[in-house]
């Protein structure tokens, strides 16, 4: 994981446990986490979707899958409020 990911998720009030992130029982939607989105590193998620406009291998979507994480192939600007 890149280092912004840390940086932005102390932006996002995160509380960082070890290589994780406490996101205390959030909903939380991730437009253009791509293969690597930052809520494969959470503990604690509600419910976590990503979108991203791109195609990946399958495996990239297993690890989605075993999170219990949706993954949406579509574009940020075709997301609505109730993704």
């Given at each position: 994981?890149?280092?912004?990911?840390?940086?932005?998720?102390?932006?996002?009030g995160l509380?960082r446990?070890h290589?994780?992130f406490d996101?205390?029982?959030?909903?939380?939607l991730d437009?253009?986490?791509?293969?690597?989105?930052?809520?494969?590193?959470?503990?604690?998620?509600?419910?976590?979707?990503?979108?991203d406009?791109?195609?990946?291998?399958?495996?990239?979507?297993?690890?989605?899958?075993?999170?219990?994480?949706?993954?949406?192939?579509?574009?940020?600007?075709?997301?609505?409020?109730?993704?």
């Amino acid at each position: 994981v890149s280092q912004s990911r840390y940086v932005y998720a102390r932006y996002m009030g995160l509380s960082r446990v070890h290589y994780s992130f406490d996101v205390s029982n959030k909903r939380i939607l991730d437009i253009g986490g791509g293969p690597t989105s930052i809520l494969l590193k959470t503990i604690n998620l509600k419910e976590g979707k990503v979108c991203d406009p791109l195609e990946y291998p399958d495996w990239i979507y297993q690890r989605y899958k075993v999170k219990n994480i949706k993954y949406s192939i579509q574009r940020g600007e075709d997301v609505n409020e109730k993704d």
